[in-house]
């Protein structure tokens, strides 16, 4: 039969492309035997939809082997090979919103299954680009013109809509995965026109 050795677990995020962060990052780390488990402080960290989040877990002692399972409340979001007696797990899958957040060591031979306490990831949403074009730089009274919308990153959804001071004069809503859409207008009155395309944003993506 197995020894049952004692260890040491903990879980820890540090920033990589993209990430803001917006709150310090504090964890206890503690060490158990078969009767409990580690225990991690819970805290509140911020970062901006799109960023990958890097998830690091060490285990003690550095002979442990076997697999960390990363979840999202009761939702695996994946899991790394403890190697060296840690690993890292890095995700960019968070959607806007409160993320419960825990990891659990799958065990091995010589040592038994554990899952941390929570810690909360408040993924923000971003900020997202916007702009305007024509079809005609010039037209016609009663011609019809198209106006482009265009947001960035092109993975934002919703709607568009083209203003002329303050007054919306057309809308369209963005066609998936393109970041952009279209509107016609043919009744715009002779002269000059300074239109302005807004984004009314969805659950990701800030208007």
């Given at each position: 039969?197995?020894?049952?050795?004692?260890?040491?677990?903990?879980?820890?995020t540090e920033q990589l492309?993209?990430?803001?962060?917006?709150?310090?990052?504090?964890?206890?780390?503690?060490?158990?035997?078969?009767?409990?488990?580690?225990?991690?402080?819970?805290?509140?960290?911020?970062?901006?939809?799109?960023?990958?989040?890097?998830?690091?877990?060490?285990?003690?002692?550095?002979?442990?082997t076997g697999t960390i399972?990363?979840?999202?409340?009761?939702?695996?979001?994946?899991?790394?090979?403890?190697?060296?007696?840690?690993?890292?797990?890095?995700?960019?899958?968070?959607?806007?919103?409160?993320?419960?957040?825990?990891?659990?060591?799958?065990?091995?031979?010589?040592?038994?299954?554990?899952?941390?306490?929570?810690?909360?990831?408040?993924?923000?949403?971003?900020?997202?680009?916007?702009?305007?074009?024509?079809?005609?730089?010039?037209?016609?009274?009663?011609?019809?013109?198209?106006?482009?919308?265009?947001?960035?990153?092109?993975?934002?959804?919703?709607?568009?809509?083209?203003?002329?001071?303050?007054?919306?004069?057309?809308?369209?809503?963005?066609?998936?995965?393109t970041g952009a859409c279209?509107?016609?207008?043919?009744?715009?009155?002779?002269?000059?026109?300074?239109?302005?395309?807004?984004?009314?944003?969805?659950?990701?993506?800030?208007?």
């Amino acid at each position: 039969m197995p020894s049952i050795k004692r260890y040491k677990f903990k879980l820890s995020t540090e920033q990589l492309v993209g990430q803001m962060i917006v709150a310090p990052f504090q964890s206890t780390y503690l060490s158990h035997d078969t009767d409990d488990y580690q225990a991690l402080a819970k805290l509140i960290r911020e970062t901006q939809i799109g960023g990958v989040i890097a998830f690091t877990v060490t285990v003690s002692p550095t002979a442990a082997t076997g697999t960390i399972t990363f979840l999202d409340g009761a939702t695996e979001l994946g899991s790394c090979t403890v190697s060296g007696g840690s690993c890292t797990f890095p995700t960019s899958a968070l959607g806007a919103g409160t993320h419960v957040l825990s990891a659990r060591y799958d065990g091995d031979a010589d040592n038994l299954t554990s899952t941390s306490l929570t810690m909360l990831q408040v993924v923000l949403k971003a900020t997202p680009t916007v702009t305007a074009s024509t079809s005609l730089a010039s037209s016609i009274y009663g011609q019809s013109i198209t106006l482009t919308g265009s947001v960035s990153p092109t993975a934002a959804t919703g709607t568009i809509t083209f203003t002329e001071g303050g007054t919306s004069i057309a809308s369209c809503t963005i066609v998936a995965g393109t970041g952009a859409c279209t509107a016609s207008r043919s009744t715009l009155s002779a002269g000059s026109h300074s239109i302005v395309a807004s984004y009314g944003g969805d659950g990701n993506y800030a208007a």
